[in-house]
């Protein structure tokens, strides 16, 4: 299938999840990205913060546990610049520096910046993807522009409440694959 499909498909598969089978996936994936992804290297982490409407993956879960007990961990959140539609980052410090901008996604208001170079792991929200890394998102660019500017060194997790699927067809050479997929199942290397 082609990105427009799949992601016609997997807002559909989202939205027929009962509330209990969404919070059952989230746990899964958070839990199986705390087993399975390596935090030791971590000092800064990129999340992108969810679109509650969209039902994407739970990331305050994972924020709240990095906070609690991976003090050394800075969080950075996105917000996304207007004029040049671009991902900046900033240091995530309390709830109450976020509001919700005019997709209903939280972003920071205010805060210290981020640099890109800092970033040791990133969380990539995604529809879809697949064993080649390859993700489906909403379309918009955001995160195909930001991953470009995203350090070789830094890990690419995408977070998924599904398996991947085969095979995505029409993927450009400018986009930027995922090294590794948390779903309910596993962690998948990429």
């Known amino acids: 299938m082609n990105k427009e499909q799949l992601r016609k498909l997997y807002i559909q598969k989202r939205k027929a999840l009962s509330d209990v ?9 958070v839990d199986n990205f705390f087993k399975g992804i390596d935090l030791s290297p971590v000092k800064v982490l990129h999340t992108f913060l969810p679109i509650e409407k969209q039902r994407e993956v739970n990331t305050w879960l994972i924020i709240s546990k990095i906070k609690a007990d991976f003090p050394h961990i ?3 959140v996105p917000r996304i610049n207007n004029q040049s539609a671009m991902i900046e980052n900033f240091y995530y410090e309390k709830a109450e520096q976020l509001e919700l901008n005019m997709w209903d996604i939280p972003e920071p208001k205010q805060g210290m910046p981020t640099d890109v170079n800092d970033l040791d792991l990133v969380l990539v929200p995604l529809l879809a993807f697949d ?16 991953l470009v500017t995203v350090p070789e060194k830094a890990l690419k997790v995408g977070l998924s409440l599904f398996p991947p699927v085969k095979e995505i067809e029409g993927m450009s050479n400018s986009d930027v694959p995922l090294d590794k997929a948390v779903t309910p199942e596993k962690v998948f290397d990429l």
């Open 21 to 29: 089978e969404f919070k059952q996936l989230n746990k899964a994936v």
């Open 74 to 76: 800075k969080v950075s």
């Open 131 to 146: 064993r080649a890394g390859n993700r489906v998102g909403y379309g918009r660019g955001f995160y195909d522009k930001f």
